[in-house]
């Protein structure tokens, strides 16, 4: 596996090696010690599964409690991934990154606990799998407003991305609860 940094340390791609022939390829899509080297020193708790169609977009999602780290990859299709920094001691607070993510490139993205995340769905389709560091909470989960002028996020928008009643409602940075 091939760590790859983004313009915030703690967050970062990882390409995976791949063998590939005429009957298809194999990869190792999580290896322990291979995380443990890149400083994911997380016990997985959770795995998740979404499919969404084109011009969906998820998030920015958080739980300011129980946060969670996320290890993210796609099976099918192409997403826009989206970190941000909402750790206010930090010295990339409010600033995020993006990275393409796609069943193609198999490249995977390590969100951190501290960041809120989110996603953009590029092709027809796109099925979303990731891992979590802990249980997802219900009562502790916010959503930051996904288009906040203070944020700037280029999403690669193809028309009015199609959103759920909260993350229509999320908070800009400003008025967002955050990590200290």
């Known amino acids: 596996m091939e760590k790859i940094p ?15 022939d005429d009957r298809g390829f194999f990869l190792e899509s999580y290896n322990r010690r291979a995380m443990a080297a890149f400083g994911i020193e997380h016990d997985f708790v959770q795995d998740n599964h979404s499919r969404s169609a084109h011009g969906v977009l998820r998030g920015l999602h958080y739980q300011l409690k129980q946060p969670q780290g996320k290890l993210v990859r796609v099976v099918a299709g192409e997403i826009f991934d989206v970190a941000v920094d909402i750790r206010r001691s930090s010295p990339t607070f409010g600033k995020w990154v993006g990275m393409t993510l796609s069943a193609e490139n198999k490249r995977m993205a390590w969100i951190p606990p501290g960041f809120a995340h989110g996603f953009y769905v590029t092709s027809d389709i796109a099925e979303v799998l990731y891992k979590a560091s802990d249980y997802y909470a219900p009562e502790h989960e916010r959503s930051m407003l996904w288009n906040d002028p203070a944020l700037g ?14 993350d229509r409602k999320g908070m800009p940075l400003s008025e967002a609860e955050v990590y200290a």
């Open 6 to 20: 983004t313009a915030i340390p703690e967050v970062f791609m990882i390409a995976p090696k791949v063998f590939g």
């Open 153 to 166: 996020i280029e999403w690669p928008l193809a028309g009015e991305p199609l959103l759920s009643d909260k």
